[in-house]
């Protein structure tokens, strides 16, 4: 068994190897952290499928729907194994982590490991819902951002890009030099171009959410009332014009547009029903690579604190809501909204206020750089609390066995 005392390296807001117990025990914290239900579930519990399990969102709603709803089924993710060089990926270790605390709580869940997009994949996860638990599922939760997509129909694989419509952006930015030091920066990105909204529709519209949806109804899989979610996210008007205006937000109106497809279909065929899920800010692998996103929530934190409400209190209330534990509360587009929060009286004047003050030399006083930078390590298992990162640690971990 290989073990090695790992130190954080990285590029950015990118780490070079992951640490197995730090990503073992912030599982574990968010599993704590998520409320009880008011009633613990019981019997064999529904039968779920989160597709983009093992981090952020996806996380939150595999271990929420454990705690909450006591769900069993099928998890899937894309993570690579440990190597003679590097760490396995940090989700591989909380995929480990998650597992052995579905087995302490008496669920049976089946973690797979591969390529949400493609066709194969949908086919295995088919064969296990049939084969494993009675061949009915009564949830999918969609959670999966990636940055390439090979359509199954074509073979062309398509890129994501996250650029503004119509024109150039500036924006300001938060940067950490190799001593932790912070900067404020501004950033110009340059406007799509050519078929880089279509590319980025392709990989994080709604296309892969129907064809999961076409897949499992054609396998007769869907089980009466059977419900799905995607995960979206809109977010604050100071990043619009990179997000929510520019090409990923535009895939974002596609996947909405998509739950509504879904809605009418489900409700004529199974009597179900199909929503997106709006998101608050929260600090994950994929929200660090936007421009402006980092400072944002850095800003965010500093006006509300520990007011700013983790992403698994988040998907606990998305499951109560899902699973009628809790009234379906739906926006005039048909939306749930769990970042209520993030726009209550005040929050965005306030964000706003100090985004216009933020410089290298201020955002110490108006961001809480603590919280952000520990957030940032805490992704791949560092800076998490009662781990002794001077001991060597396993890296060597297997991947889940889902045998019988």
């Known amino acids: 068994m290989t073990e090695r005392v790992l130190t954080p390296r990285n590029r950015g807001f990118l780490f070079l190897d992951s640490h ?68 396995a990926t940090a989700g591989w270790y909380r995929t480990a982590a998650t597992a052995e605390l579905a087995r302490a709580a008496g669920r049976d869940l089946v ?57 150039a952006h500036r924006t300001k930015t938060l940067l950490f030099d190799d001593q932790g030091l912070p900067e404020v ?24 959410w129907e064809r999961w949806i076409d897949h499992l109804a054609g396998r007769d899989l869907l ?7 995607a995960l979206s996210y809109i977010g604050s008007p100071l990043t619009a014009a990179i997000y929510r205006q520019g090409t990923i937000g535009l895939a974002k109106a596609h996947l909405e547009a998509t739950a509504r497809t879904l809605d009418e ?3 004529r065929t199974v009597g179900g029903r199909a929503v997106t899920s709006v998101n608050g800010a929260a600090v994950t692998q ?12 850095g800003l965010l934190r500093g006006v509300l604190g520990t007011g700013l409400v983790p992403p698994v209190h988040q998907l606990a209330a998305l499951w109560d809501q899902l699973t009628g534990a809790a009234p379906l509360a739906l926006d005039e587009e048909g939306r749930i909204r769990l970042d209520t929060w993030e726009f209550a009286d005040g929050v965005q004047a306030a964000v706003a206020e100090r985004w216009a003050d933020a410089a290298t030399d201020s955002i110490a006083g108006l961001a809480d750089l603590d ?34």
């Not at 973690?111 to 061949?135: H, I, Y």
């Not at 050519?194 to 519209?205: F, P």
């Open 20 to 87: 197995p117990a730090g990503c073992e025990r912030s599982v574990t914290d968010m599993w704590q952290a998520c409320p009880d239900p008011a009633d613990a579930p019981e019997g064999a519990g529904p039968v779920a499928l989160v597709i983009g399990s093992s981090a952020g969102y996806g996380l939150a709603a595999t271990l929420a729907g454990l705690k909450r709803a006591g769900i069993r089924g099928v998890m899937v993710s894309f993570e690579k194994a440990p190597t003679g060089r590097r760490t």
């Open 185 to 208: 920066r501004e950033v110009e990105t340059g406007p799509a171009e050519g078929d880089d909204v279509e590319q980025t529709v392709a990989v994080m519209g709604g296309a892969d």
């Open 286 to 297: 994929s929200s660090t690579a936007i421009p402006g996103i980092g400072l944002y929530t």
């Open 223 to 229: 089980g009466a009332g059977f419900t799905t979610a």
């Open 111 to 167: 973690f797979l490991n591969g390529d949400a997009f493609s066709d194969a994949m949908k086919g295995q996860v088919a064969d296990v819902v049939e084969r494993r638990f009675g061949g009915r599922l009564d949830y999918l939760i969609y959670s999966v951002a990636a940055p390439r997509r090979t359509d199954p129909d074509t073979g062309l694989t398509h890129s994501s890009v996250l650029k503004p419509i119509g024109r």
């Open 371 to 404: 919280w952000f930078q520990a957030e940032v390590r805490r992704l791949y298992g560092f800076s998490v609390p009662g781990i002794d990162y001077a001991a060597a640690v396993a890296t060597d971990v297997p991947w889940p066995d889902h045998a019988s």
């Open 265 to 267: 279909r489900l409700a």
